[in-house]
Nanobody
Framework: QVRLHESGGRLVQAGGSLRVSCTAS????????MGWFRQAPGKEREFVAL????????ALADSAKGRFTITRNNGMNALYLQMNRLKVEDTAAYYC????????????????WGQGTQVIVSS
């Protein structure tokens, strides 16, 4: 019953910054672990970042460490991914996901998925 919607994807220059957002409707998701995944054309969907329900525990893919920050605002039913020093290889559709089980979410076994927002990084 949780519906997720991503927004904020844009064409940006390499080295630039972008924040993508995910909002939930249908019911609150304050007790869900939330995460970001991405998928480039012809490639498998891959894990980017996750955050537990309280915001106290965060995990990042190696490709995201030092550049990306995941945050959430439960009062607004919102999830964010701040991406800095973007690289061409960050080009992908970015999806938000929710699950009650953090371990399953890390593996991509999410209960809910958004439709994705496209991020294109030009050289």
């Amino acid at each position: 019953q949780v519906r997720l919607h991503e927004s904020g994807g844009r064409l940006v220059q390499a080295g630039g910054s972008l924040r993508v957002s995910c909002t939930a409707s249908g019911q609150t998701f304050s007790r869900y672990a939330m995460g970001w995944f991405r998928q480039a054309p012809g490639k498998e969907r891959e894990f980017v970042a996750l955050i537990d329900w309280s915001g106290g525990t965060v995990a990042l893919a190696d490709s995201a460490k030092g550049r990306f920050t995941i945050t959430r605002n439960n009062g607004m039913n919102a999830l964010y991914l701040q991406m800095n020093r973007l690289k061409v290889e960050d080009t992908a559709a970015y999806y938000c996901a929710a699950a009650l089980n953090m371990t399953r979410l890390r593996r991509g076994d999410a209960a809910y998925w958004g439709q994705g927002t496209q991020v294109i990084v030009s050289s």
